[in-house]
């Protein structure tokens, strides 16, 4: 099981961006996921990377606005948000991927075995 560590939530206005970082214990085997969740909703996985960054996932609800990176020599994999949203206020975890497969052209991670303990991420004026 590898240990994951998120940070880089805050505060931000609407419009602005912020930067997760997730620092992992093993990184190099794994895909790793982004979720969000936010009061009152379901978790929402919204990015994903192949252990070898070749392939990546977004929900809807980023695409456009999210990226997400990793850096294997420094285990850590990033996600910038830009043109952020009240809408996207939520804590925000990673987690490290079993499964990972293509389907319709899509990329997708799954079987998610280990988590992060999150970080807040507010948006508001």
């Known amino acids: 099981q590898v240990q994951l560590v998120e940070s880089g939530g805050g505060l931000v206005q609407p419009g602005g961006s912020l930067r997760l970082s997730c620092v992992a214990s093993?990184?190099?085997?794994?895909?790793i996921g982004w979720f969000r969740q936010a009061p009152g909703k379901e978790r929402e996985e919204i990015s994903c990377?192949?252990?070898?960054?070749?392939?990546?996932y977004y929900a809807d609800s980023v695409k456009g606005r999210f990226t997400i990176s990793r850096d294997n020599a420094k285990k850590t994999v990033y996600l910038q948000m830009n043109s952020l949203k009240p809408e996207d206020t939520a804590v925000y975890h990673c987690?490290?991927?079993?499964?990972?497969?293509?389907?319709?052209?899509?990329?997708?991670?799954?079987?998610?075995?280990?988590w992060g303990q999150g970080t807040q991420v507010t948006v508001s004026s």
């Open positions: 987690a490290a991927a079993e499964r990972e497969w293509s389907y319709g052209g899509t990329y997708y991670c799954g079987d998610f075995g280990s």
């Open positions: 093993a990184l190099d085997y794994y895909a």
């Open positions: 990377i192949s252990s070898s960054a070749s392939r990546t």
